[in-house]
């Protein structure tokens, strides 16, 4: 498997690691629901950064 870091803090992955993958991608009714882009790479967070980006849009929301 090719060496994969965390886009955001740089953070190395191991086999089996949990991690959180951002894509782009289009809603879909035949594939019900989020079909990600199969052209485009995913981006790869760890743990730590993925809870720091669910803390900053839930104080984005929260100050609406």
Do not use: P
């Amino acid at each position: 498997m090719e060496s994969q870091n965390c886009f955001v803090c740089g953070v190395s992955f191991g086999d089996g690691d949990t991690v959180y993958g951002l894509s782009s991608g289009i809603l879909s009714e035949k594939h019900d629901g989020f079909k990600a882009d199969d052209n485009s790479a995913w981006d790869l967070l760890c743990s730590g950064c993925m809870n720091t980006v669910d803390r900053l849009i839930a104080e984005y929301k929260m100050s609406k």
